[in-house]
């Protein structure tokens, strides 16, 4: 049972080793809050959604799973989106049409295809918990890398319990390598990344 | 054929209880959304309207524009300012600020309330430094420096900080021409004027 | 609304915000399927073909079914009825994601079946691409672009559908005609795979990014 739930965080994290949910991971990353904002958002669609999948599998004909699937999932995106322009709104704001945008995140689809219409309830949900921490765990250090490097600063904090704060890591003196808070820096992040997990994992 | 209307059926019922339940988290946090976006709006009035404006009454112009006029005294006599939102296009997003007006309509103050331009550049139109340039200008001198006016633009953000001034300058000449809203009587610059040196 | 409008919005769609290369949408397929040139080309039409089509319906959903309003087809429903109602009350904006993917998804299952059965030989080139095209979020995206944050009227909403397609067909193309060439260099072990496509990435996103000193 715990090999469900730790193998989402390295082994088989979903972004770093199967290159899934990669539009978030690069788009809202850059503050280290935003990462966390949209981490806890797919952790609460992920793992709901493999629960209620889970639980709703032997009455859904496979011809029509993956239309009930998206209901299922876009549900919960809703419900989100609606739960963050309410108590979070600057957070809501800054991630604005990624939110709606979990509903295709090749995760969430993913993990309910793959592991929830064939597991048992408890194991479906550690397999979503697991994924959803290992995906978040990817965008808080894209997000700490590009934040300190294109800012200078490091924005942390936690929705709804601790509200963002800024620290300024580098001072004032420094001169912010703004190509690393632009598409570029995204990108070259992720394959510094992919590339920095690829030399540790040969050895 | 059969099988069909079968599978549509399912495909309904789920459909529906996926509206239901949304329709229930909808009327829960429908009300708090709207007090969100109803507090940070008179939160940034307050910080635009000039510090002497105790009374705020909302005015809809015949075109649409809401303006928000502050009076200094409770009778509604004085007019201290005014307050209202402008809209401009900038490089990725519609970029909303609200300003406001001294009764001569120079700008108070403006906040950028809203905005999503490119992280790092057009994001410093909501910097202190970028706004707080705009306090006291007059019409004439609301331009970006390029296009030969007071407003130093943000270096790399031409579009964004364009789209700020240029969208103030056009809700500045709009509200001054309007002969809609309360103004101060004449008098009161007339007594400005007895008082200064040069009389 | 111009002519010369809807030319700066399709342009600034293909390169200044580039679907993939600056919005950040799209991004699985980009990788996935640009290892060849004539994959690629494949996708892309497929891409283009549905994100115009999904423009065009998502637009009609938003403005006729969700948006409160005197247009509000539900509005107008119940009010022929004789029912006591007012239009403001028909705010379905919130089911705004639901309503969107599975337009998408219907469509896209539709377009399938009946070129599988229309255009045996379309189906052969681009019907492999179509399953992928549902979690493709740029067509998502485009819709959600349209009606939530850029506010576009009908024709618009078709130019950007089009132009997001072109833009994402152009991505895909430059990266698979790089991919192609990249198999034959000597890279170094750990990068080989996505690491050296992102940093391919990385700088065809810096070379868009000269193109927002377009100027109109």
Same mark, same amino acid.
């Given at each position: 049972m715990i090999k469900e739930f730790t193998k989402g965080i390295l082994k088989e994290n979903p972004v770093l080793v199967q290159a899934l949910g990669l539009c978030p991971t690069l788009a809202v990353t850059s503050t280290a809050y935003n990462g966390i904002g949209m981490g806890i958002a797919v952790i609460f669609v992920l793992t709901m959604s493999n629960i209620i999948v889970s639980l709703i599998k032997k009455t859904v004909?496979?011809?029509?799973r993956i239309p009930i699937f998206i209901t299922v999932i876009a549900t919960f995106v809703t419900i989100v989106k609606l739960v963050m322009a309410a108590y979070t709104p600057a957070l809501s704001k800054q991630l604005g049409i990624f939110i709606p945008l979990i509903v295709v995140n090749c995760i969430i689809l993913g993990r309910a295809e793959a592991f929830a219409s064939k597991n048992g309830v408890l194991a479906s949900a550690l397999d979503g918990l697991g994924m959803g921490i290992g995906f978040t765990l990817v965008l808080f250090v894209m997000g700490t890398i590009r934040e300190i490097l294109g800012s200078g600063t490091l924005t942390l904090g936690f929705p709804l319990l601790v509200n963002p704060f800024t620290i300024n890591v580098l001072g004032n003196g420094y001169n912010p390598a703004l190509l690393m808070i632009l598409p570029p820096g995204g990108f070259l992040t992720l394959g510094i990344l992919m590339w920095l997990k690829q030399l540790l994992l040969e050895k | 054929m059969k099988n069909i209307v079968r599978l549509g059926v399912i495909l309904m019922i789920y459909a529906g209880v996926a509206g239901a339940l949304l329709g229930w988290v909808y009327t829960k946090t429908a009300p708090k959304i709207e007090e969100q976006a109803r507090m940070e709006r008179q939160q940034a009035i307050k910080e635009v309207?000039?510090?002497?404006? /105790?009374v705020f009454e909302e005015k809809t112009l015949s075109d649409g524009t809401v303006v928000v006029v502050g009076y200094a005294d409770d009778a509604k006599t004085q007019v201290a300012g005014y307050a209202a939102e402008a809209v401009g296009t900038g490089f990725s997003s519609d970029v909303r600020t609200m300003v406001g007006f001294l009764p001569d309509f120079r700008i108070n103050a403006i906040k950028v309330i809203s905005q999503n331009e490119t992280p790092g550049l057009g994001t410093h139109t909501q910097d202190e430094w970028f706004q707080k340039?705009?306090?006291? /200008?007059?019409i004439d001198e609301l331009l970006v420096n390029k296009d030969g006016g007071k407003i130093q633009a943000i270096t790399g953000a031409t579009i964004s900080s364009r789209a700020v001034t240029n969208s103030v300058r056009k809700l500045a000449e709009k509200l001054s021409q309007s002969t809609e809203l309360p103004k101060t009587a004449p008098q009161t610059a007339a007594v400005d004027s007895t008082q200064t040196p040069q009389n | 609304m111009t002519f010369g409008s809807l030319i700066a919005l399709s342009i600034s769609a293909i390169?200044?915000?580039?679907?993939? &290369? =600056?919005?950040?949408?799209? &991004?699985c397929p980009f990788m996935g399927v640009s290892k060849k040139t004539e994959t690629a080309l494949g996708m892309g039409m497929a891409v283009i073909f549905v994100m115009t089509m999904s423009s065009a319906l998502t637009w009609i959903i938003w403005t006729y079914f969700l948006l409160p309003g005197k247009s509000n087809v539900l509005y107008l429903l119940f009010h022929a009825l004789g029912a006591n109602v007012r239009p403001e009350q028909f705010d379905f904006s919130y089911l705004e994601t639901i309503a969107f993917i599975l337009v998408i998804a219907t469509f896209v299952q539709l377009v399938e079946m009946i070129i599988q059965k229309s255009a045996p030989a379309l189906y052969e080139a681009l019907g492999i691409f179509l399953p992928l095209?549902?979690?493709?979020?740029s067509v998502l995206g485009v819709a959600e672009l349209n009606? *939530? =944050? *850029?506010?576009?009227?009908f024709l618009e909403s078709l130019v950007h559908g089009i132009s997001a397609g072109i833009g994402f067909t152009i991505a895909l193309l430059l990266m698979s005609g790089i991919r192609e060439r990249l198999e034959l260099a000597d890279i170094p072990k750990p990068m080989q795979g996505l690491p050296i496509v992102f940093i391919t990435a990385a700088i065809m996103s810096i070379a868009f990014l000269g193109f927002s000193g377009l100027k109109f």
């Amino acid at each position: 049972m715990i090999k469900e739930f730790t193998k989402g965080i390295l082994k088989e994290n979903p972004v770093l080793v199967q290159a899934l949910g990669l539009c978030p991971t690069l788009a809202v990353t850059s503050t280290a809050y935003n990462g966390i904002g949209m981490g806890i958002a797919v952790i609460f669609v992920l793992t709901m959604s493999n629960i209620i999948v889970s639980l709703i599998k032997k009455t859904v004909p496979s011809k029509i799973r993956i239309p009930i699937f998206i209901t299922v999932i876009a549900t919960f995106v809703t419900i989100v989106k609606l739960v963050m322009a309410a108590y979070t709104p600057a957070l809501s704001k800054q991630l604005g049409i990624f939110i709606p945008l979990i509903v295709v995140n090749c995760i969430i689809l993913g993990r309910a295809e793959a592991f929830a219409s064939k597991n048992g309830v408890l194991a479906s949900a550690l397999d979503g918990l697991g994924m959803g921490i290992g995906f978040t765990l990817v965008l808080f250090v894209m997000g700490t890398i590009r934040e300190i490097l294109g800012s200078g600063t490091l924005t942390l904090g936690f929705p709804l319990l601790v509200n963002p704060f800024t620290i300024n890591v580098l001072g004032n003196g420094y001169n912010p390598a703004l190509l690393m808070i632009l598409p570029p820096g995204g990108f070259l992040t992720l394959g510094i990344l992919m590339w920095l997990k690829q030399l540790l994992l040969e050895k | 054929m059969k099988n069909i209307v079968r599978l549509g059926v399912i495909l309904m019922i789920y459909a529906g209880v996926a509206g239901a339940l949304l329709g229930w988290v909808y009327t829960k946090t429908a009300p708090k959304i709207e007090e969100q976006a109803r507090m940070e709006r008179q939160q940034a009035i307050k910080e635009v309207m000039p510090p002497d404006a /105790k009374v705020f009454e909302e005015k809809t112009l015949s075109d649409g524009t809401v303006v928000v006029v502050g009076y200094a005294d409770d009778a509604k006599t004085q007019v201290a300012g005014y307050a209202a939102e402008a809209v401009g296009t900038g490089f990725s997003s519609d970029v909303r600020t609200m300003v406001g007006f001294l009764p001569d309509f120079r700008i108070n103050a403006i906040k950028v309330i809203s905005q999503n331009e490119t992280p790092g550049l057009g994001t410093h139109t909501q910097d202190e430094w970028f706004q707080k340039q705009f306090s006291g /200008k007059t019409i004439d001198e609301l331009l970006v420096n390029k296009d030969g006016g007071k407003i130093q633009a943000i270096t790399g953000a031409t579009i964004s900080s364009r789209a700020v001034t240029n969208s103030v300058r056009k809700l500045a000449e709009k509200l001054s021409q309007s002969t809609e809203l309360p103004k101060t009587a004449p008098q009161t610059a007339a007594v400005d004027s007895t008082q200064t040196p040069q009389n | 609304m111009t002519f010369g409008s809807l030319i700066a919005l399709s342009i600034s769609a293909i390169f200044i915000n580039n679907f993939v &290369l =600056s919005r950040f949408l799209g &991004l699985c397929p980009f990788m996935g399927v640009s290892k060849k040139t004539e994959t690629a080309l494949g996708m892309g039409m497929a891409v283009i073909f549905v994100m115009t089509m999904s423009s065009a319906l998502t637009w009609i959903i938003w403005t006729y079914f969700l948006l409160p309003g005197k247009s509000n087809v539900l509005y107008l429903l119940f009010h022929a009825l004789g029912a006591n109602v007012r239009p403001e009350q028909f705010d379905f904006s919130y089911l705004e994601t639901i309503a969107f993917i599975l337009v998408i998804a219907t469509f896209v299952q539709l377009v399938e079946m009946i070129i599988q059965k229309s255009a045996p030989a379309l189906y052969e080139a681009l019907g492999i691409f179509l399953p992928l095209i549902t979690t493709n979020c740029s067509v998502l995206g485009v819709a959600e672009l349209n009606t *939530m =944050s *850029m506010h576009l009227n009908f024709l618009e909403s078709l130019v950007h559908g089009i132009s997001a397609g072109i833009g994402f067909t152009i991505a895909l193309l430059l990266m698979s005609g790089i991919r192609e060439r990249l198999e034959l260099a000597d890279i170094p072990k750990p990068m080989q795979g996505l690491p050296i496509v992102f940093i391919t990435a990385a700088i065809m996103s810096i070379a868009f990014l000269g193109f927002s000193g377009l100027k109109f």
